[in-house]
């Protein structure tokens, strides 16, 4: 079955780190860009980042460019996203999404959601 | 890009058809000639579920009952008889100019 599972939430004080990690199964997550979105509690949906099948390109909402960091790690099939200076507006469940296959249609992105880490940002 | 759901709230009797409205602050074809609006569902206390993507293709497993339309600027999903499980959120989001992705507010459905 394809499926992801993040990990990696919890609750932290503001200005701290957290690093959440997806894993991907039943598909390797090298043949594909992916991406991470968020939603605040009982808000709406929000991108944050997005990273190619190789890793060579990354890209990131302004809300969280220079804090936050997107990575991979191909041969464990792992995703991960590094959070620093962690703010209360962080707070949120974040979400690991399937982007588009390489060199197939981009018709093919967010077709595969994970069920969430929460990550609460309060003192 | 801005993308503009309506209504955000939606009350609909069981068996009766629903249509959700979407659109966007400029046109979302791309420069491949594409059109890249996706509709999402999100169930109460579960993450979002891809349900159709470029404008109307429905993804394996949709029931045929929901349908998308559109292009350029507005698009539209609609359900044509609406069962107890298709409550929840559905939000529309587009991937033909970015960065950032960006996704409409949600429309929540509720059976009345």
């Known amino acids: 079955e394809v499926q992801l599972v993040e990990s990696g939430g919890g609750f932290i004080q503001p200005g701290g780190s957290l690093r959440l990690s997806c894993t991907a199964s039943g598909f390797t997550l090298r043949n594909y860009w992916m991406h991470w979105v968020r939603q605040a509690p009982g808000k709406g949906l929000e991108w944050v980042s997005r990273m190619n099948s190789d890793g060579s390109y990354k890209i990131y909402a302004d809300s969280v460019k220079g804090r936050f960091t997107i990575s991979g790690d191909s041969a464990k099939n792992f995703l991960y996203l590094h959070m620093t200076s962690l703010r209360a507006e962080d707070t949120a469940t974040y979400y690991c999404?399937?982007?588009?296959?390489?060199?197939?249609?981009?018709?093919?992105?967010?077709?595969?959601w994970g069920r969430g880490t929460m990550v609460t940002v309060s003192s | 890009v801005v993308m503009t759901q309506s209504p955000l709230s939606l009350p609909v009797t069981l068996g009766q058809p629903a249509s959700i409205s979407c659109r966007s602050s400029q046109s979302l074809v791309h420069s491949d000639g594409n059109t890249y609006l996706n509709w999402l569902h999100q169930r109460p206390g579960q993450s979002p579920r891809r349900l159709i993507y470029a404008v109307s293709i429905r993804d394996s497993g949709v029931p045929d009952r929901f349908s998308g339309s559109g292009s350029g600027t507005h698009f539209t999903l609609k359900i044509s008889r609406v069962e107890a499980e298709d409550v929840g959120i559905y939000y529309c989001?587009?991937?033909?100019?970015?960065?950032?992705?960006?996704f409409g507010q949600g429309t929540r459905l509720e059976i009345k």
């Open positions: 999404v399937r982007g588009r296959a390489e060199y197939s249609s981009p018709m093919g992105a967010f077709d595969i």
């Open positions: 989001m587009q991937g033909s100019h970015w960065p950032p992705i960006t």
